[in-house]
């Protein structure tokens, strides 16, 4: 994709506007391409990727952007889009002036920046990972996050293998590979148009995040139980739960949106399960859950939470959370754990996630709840990871991490109900 002067415009444009941080950026990105349909897929491609380049790296093209030619959100969304075009598809549309700051910017090395504003994090972010990390390793994660998360595909075993998908894709021109961990995972190359393939169109394959694939492997469910999605969404657990199953047994899907619920059932057509039951909950004291009630072989709980394990997907998270609101998810995340824990039934298993990567939405709620609840004992993930012949060194917990294991942030304990 050629850039011109006139994307400039449009990506300082969309900037401004996300930069306000009234609402997802990936909503408002959606909303200005709907007010201007002429754009076409590759320049909404360019102006997105430069939007979301800065921020990924605010503090950092924040403090290169002071001084220098034009307004700040000019050199902002120039910065933007020299970290994804390149300074050489800028240089006809940018004046001699902002050449040169161009030119400057691009010879600084950033070891040289304050690390506060290498990182790119937040003060509060950095001193809950700060608790976890050594300095060097910390640098580690912050520069993961810093760029966009590759694309993951799991094949889907109720249609195709793992190989019937990467022939299929390599047949379509698309460079892609088994990824390390997840046994149906298929890492692509870029980010081609998925939705036109036969494979997709036919349910071979759904887009799911590796770390995402190997939460479902933990929660390990076994043909003709009994299962529930406690927090199903748009589906995607629930899709790769029921193909372990085989489509046999029974699978409730539990969300109290129906706008997410509508998602599943385009994906559930292609999927070609039949073991799926999506249910519209009021709340997690729904009495449709309570009917339930000590039945259940095995309930996922991937909890509401701050989304921090995203960034490299929504990097508007660090600067949009705060420590306000993850304190407010704390009661909500333990209330949800508490109510789907009344399902499972004894010898049954609960298993509690989240995509974020701050202590205090993880092993802090599992271990309250633990206390709470002396009729549950930890299950070490390592165990069960090792009986699912997956091969990932893991402890007590499942904490998966950018920069260890290229998926996103993502955490999972596995709670027993005792017999």
Not at 101 to 122: A, Q, Y
Not at 266 to 274: I, Q, W
Not at 401 to 409: E, I, M
Request: overall charge positive; charged content about 25%.
């Amino acid at each position: 994709m050629r850039l011109h002067g006139f994307l400039i415009g449009q990506t300082e444009t969309l900037l401004a506007e996300v930069l306000k941080l009234t609402g997802p950026a990936d909503a408002t990105t959606s909303r200005f391409f709907r007010a201007h349909p002429k754009l076409g897929h590759g320049e909404r491609g360019v102006i997105a990727e430069a939007v979301f380049a800065v921020l990924r790296r605010r503090m950092e093209f924040a403090h290169l952007a002071e001084g220098g030619a034009g307004s700040p959100a000019r050199r902002m969304a120039l910065l933007g889009l020299m970290q994804t075009a390149g300074r050489n598809a800028l240089k006809p549309f940018v004046s001699e002036q902002e050449l040169i700051w161009l030119e400057h910017v691009s010879k600084i090395d950033p070891e040289s920046l304050p690390l506060r504003i290498r990182l790119n994090l937040p003060d509060w972010i950095y001193q809950a990972l700060s608790n976890r990390f050594d300095a060097a390793e910390l640098a580690q994660l912050a520069a993961a996050l810093n760029y966009p998360a590759p694309l993951d595909l799991r094949a889907n075993p109720i249609k195709a293998s793992r190989d019937d998908v990467l022939n299929a894709l390599s047949k379509a021109g698309i460079e892609g590979g088994a990824t390390p961990f997840a046994p149906f995972g298929v890492r692509v190359v870029g980010k081609p148009p998925l939705t036109k393939l036969d494979a997709f169109q036919h349910g071979w394959v759904e887009v799911q995040d590796e770390g995402s694939q190997l939460l479902c492997s933990l929660v390990a469910p076994k043909r003709g139980e009994m299962i529930v999605d406690f927090c199903a969404g748009a589906g995607g657990k629930t899709l790769a739960l029921g193909a372990a199953m085989r489509s046999t047994g029974r699978l409730y899907a539990f969300d109290i949106s129906e706008r997410r619920l509508a998602k599943l059932k385009p994906r559930l057509a292609r999927s070609g399960l039949s073991n799926v039951n999506p249910v519209l909950i009021d709340s997690e004291h729904d009495a449709k859950i309570k009917r339930l009630a000590g039945k259940i072989d095995r309930v996922l709980v991937d909890a509401p939470c701050s989304g921090l394990g995203t960034l490299r997907r929504n990097p508007d998270l660090k600067w949009r959370q705060s420590p306000e609101s993850v304190a407010e998810l704390a009661p909500k995340q333990a209330s949800i754990l508490a109510s789907a824990a009344r399902l499972v039934k004894k010898g049954g298993r609960l298993v509690y996630a989240t995509c974020s990567i701050l202590e205090a939405e993880n092993e802090a709620v599992v271990q309250q709840f633990l206390a709470d609840h002396p009729d549950f004992a930890l299950v070490p993930a390592r165990d069960v990871l090792a009986e699912q012949r997956i091969d990932l060194e893991m402890g007590d917990y499942l904490s998966l991490w950018p920069h260890r294991h290229a998926t996103d942030g993502f955490f999972a304990a596995v709670l027993e109900r005792q017999s």
